[in-house]
């Protein structure tokens, strides 16, 4: 059975930094595209960032762009996402999601999903 778990999840101040972890168990994702969205209260899921197979391809929303940092480690079958500068406005869900054929930003082709990790960032 395919499991994503997140963690790295927590309150910070704004200006502050977090990262989250995503390891996968069940299957390899090694050759599958891996993402990060996020839902904060009252809103939609939104795109933050998804990363290649190889790691070699990243895309990030606009929000973002130069704050954040997605990455992977294949031998561990984990993906990361590096928050720096983090606002008021980044608080929200994090979930991660596993298994695209390529760089999906809405996430329609991600087969797995985890539970989602909180942050929370006070201004």
């Known amino acids: 059975q395919v499991q994503l778990v997140e963690s790295g999840g927590g309150l910070v101040q704004a200006g502050g930094s977090l990262r989250l972890s995503c390891a996968a168990s069940?299957?390899?994702?090694?050759?599958?595209?891996m993402g990060w969205f996020r839902q904060a209260p009252g809103k939609e899921r939104e795109f933050v960032a998804v990363?290649?197979?190889?790691?070699?391809?990243?895309d990030y929303a606009d929000s973002v762009k130069g704050r954040f940092t997605i990455s992977r480690d294949n031998a561990k079958n984990t993906v990361y996402l590096q928050m720096n500068s983090l606002r008021s406005e980044d608080t929200a869900v994090y979930y991660c999601?596993?298994?695209?054929?390529?760089?999906?930003?809405?996430?329609?082709?991600?087969?797995?999903w985890g539970q989602g990790t909180q942050v929370t960032v006070s201004s």
């Open positions: 990363i290649s197979g190889s790691g070699g391809s990243t």
């Open positions: 069940g299957r390899t994702f090694s050759s599958s595209a």
């Open positions: 999601a596993a298994g695209a054929a390529a760089l999906d930003c809405s996430g329609s082709q991600f087969g797995a």
